[in-house]
């Protein structure tokens, strides 16, 4: 018998009660950061830390729940930080549960699942609350905190080497696109054949059957350097991107999201959305995309924003980015190079990929197992 088990004996053989999250814990709303100065302090919005102030707005354990964008993307935070609007912070009644289980157990309840909105996802406090998490006595909870904690750290351990082998990759990607005088530098409003904005496409327009589309934050969530099939569909649209195709998407959160760009390489003939500019061009489109995904054109790209609530960029400042232009058997022979390499650091079917997706499978498997007790009758 584990640990686990005999504590479990031990400590509540009759099974668990479970509470409503608002009986363990209060949630609170974040706030604006920007009157404060500079300094050590992490301010947390919905995507992940934004900047560093000087003042905390809670110092003790803490899950911090998106109330807008990434619903799922939660964070454990153990020191002090600061929240703005578009993210919860919670504090923890400790003497009954502990924040850690807390965060494990909020991972298992899929919060994206309890959208409410019908454009930008988003989480209310009344929905929040009415969670029912299991509570078996603090020794109960700490071992299941401890044996997820391993396994976190697992998996960390193969995400750091993973993590070290992208740099390698992007090392010799941009090596590889280094040419010298020898090759030209041309701008993208010279490649391009043509180059245009997609038309809006709302939310409720998007339905299971019909013309599929792309809006722009799938690029940001689903896509990488291609794509072969558009994962949307909609009734209506009249902007079009086909086979060979470059999408760039011209609205994000963060200057390093402005412009990201991918090549569709499936077959079917898509509508893109208002956020995203088509560029159809006469080049290998593998080529333009790992050029444009090299450091030398993320710079390029992070110019011409102009900032507001979100970044935008525009087509004139995309015509304006310069690639390498070598001819077209030299493109092709880097693209075989460079799948090569991305490969072993993207492909999750082989190599780290597959087996951090493994081992990420198999946390989950074990982590709702250890999360799931049977109910104690009154």
Not at 95 to 100: G, N, T
Not at 163 to 169: I, V
Not at 269 to 274: E, H, L, P, S, V
């Amino acid at each position: 018998m584990s640990k686990l088990e005999e504590l479990i004996a031990d400590l509540c053989p009759d099974g668990v009660l479970y509470q409503q999250l608002h009986q363990v814990l209060k949630i609170r709303n974040g706030k604006d950061y920007k009157h404060f100065a500079e300094g050590n302090v992490p301010v947390f919005g919905s995507g992940g830390i934004m900047t560093y102030i000087d003042t905390f707005a809670y110092d003790k354990p803490s899950v911090l729940i998106p109330r807008k964008g990434s619903l799922n993307k939660l964070y454990y935070v153990d020191a002090p930080f600061w929240t703005v609007d578009t993210i919860f912070y919670t504090e923890i009644n400790d003497q009954i549960i502990e924040p850690k289980y807390v965060y494990y157990y909020l991972q298992t309840q899929h919060l994206e699942k309890l959208n409410t909105a019908g454009g930008v996802p988003s989480l209310t406090q009344t929905v929040l609350n009415r969670i029912s998490i299991p509570t078996p006595p603090l020794p109960v909870q700490r071992e299941i905190v401890r044996i997820l904690d391993h396994f976190t750290e697992l998996s960390a351990e193969l995400s750091a080497e993973l993590s070290a082998r992208k740099k390698q990759y992007e090392y010799y990607r941009d090596e590889l696109l280094t040419f010298g005088n020898e090759v030209p530098m041309v701008p993208l409003g010279e490649i391009a054949t043509e180059m245009y904005r997609g038309a809006g496409i709302k939310r409720d327009e998007v339905t299971e059957s019909g013309t599929p589309c792309v809006r722009y934050g799938e690029i940001y969530t689903t896509y990488n350097i291609w794509f072969d099939r558009c994962v949307s569909y909609t009734k209506s649209g009249i902007k079009t991107f086909s086979h060979g195709d470059i999408l760039f998407a011209i609205t994000g959160e963060k200057v390093e999201e402005i412009a990201k760009s991918c090549a569709y390489l499936g077959h079917d003939t898509c509508y893109a959305g208002g956020d995203i500019v088509v560029m159809k061009h006469k080049q290998n489109a593998k080529y333009i995309a790992y050029a444009l995904s090299t450091t030398a054109a993320q710079t390029q790209k992070s110019k011409g924003k102009v900032k507001s609530k979100v970044v935008h960029s525009s087509v004139p400042a995309l015509n304006a980015i310069t690639i390498p232009l070598p001819k077209l058997d030299v493109q092709e022979r880097i693209v075989s190079i460079l799948d090569n390499f991305d490969t072993l650091t993207t492909d999750i079917s082989t190599g780290l990929p597959a087996e951090i997706e493994a081992r990420r499978k198999q946390y989950e498997y074990y982590r709702d197992k250890l999360l799931t007790f049977r109910e104690a009758t009154a």
